[in-house]
Each structure stands twice: as C-alpha cells, then as structure tokens.
C-alpha cells in the first residue's frame, strides 16, 4: 500500500466506474506533459468506508472511489487537518 520514496508517503488511487458513460473526460496529454485529468461522476454516495483500515473507499450508485489512506493517516489529517511529516 503506502511506500517510502525519497522521505515522503507515496499513496495509490482507483476508480471503478460501472459504465463509460459515466466519464465526462480523461486526458492524457502529449509526452511533454505528465499530467493527467480524469473526471466522472460517482453518483449518489452510497456508502464511504475504511476496509480493514488500509484505505478510504467512497462507493456511488455509478462508480467506486478508492484511495490507500490508513486509518491512522486519516486520523493525523483530521486532527491536525494535514498529514505530519
């Protein structure tokens, strides 16, 4: 899940989408560029989630949300309102 890369906590994401229709964009740029825009709709939020405490998982009627934050990660940005280095 979360890996150590030059002093910092890397995290990974994934989004499940039930149906392309439901992506308004994506973009990958020219090899220029590195950046990359995804962008849909997940719906109606039917259920947020921290499964075995490993990561946040936001589950719409149209798509998953998913995002390798460990619960004590989540609890250090609630309390203090951004991660600690």
Not at 20 to 46: M, P, Y
């Amino acid at each position: 899940m979360t890996k150590k890369n030059k002093g910092r906590n890397e995290h990974s994401f994934s989004i499940e989408m039930g149906s392309r229709a439901d992506l308004n964009h994506i973009s990958l740029t020219d090899k220029s560029s590195e950046s990359v825009l995804i962008k849909g709709k997940l719906g109606e939020i039917v259920d947020i989630s921290h499964p075995e405490g490993l990561m946040i998982e936001i589950v719409g009627n149209l798509g998953v949300l998913r995002l390798d934050l460990s619960k004590e990660e989540l609890e250090k940005i609630n309390k203090k309102g951004k991660l600690s280095k």
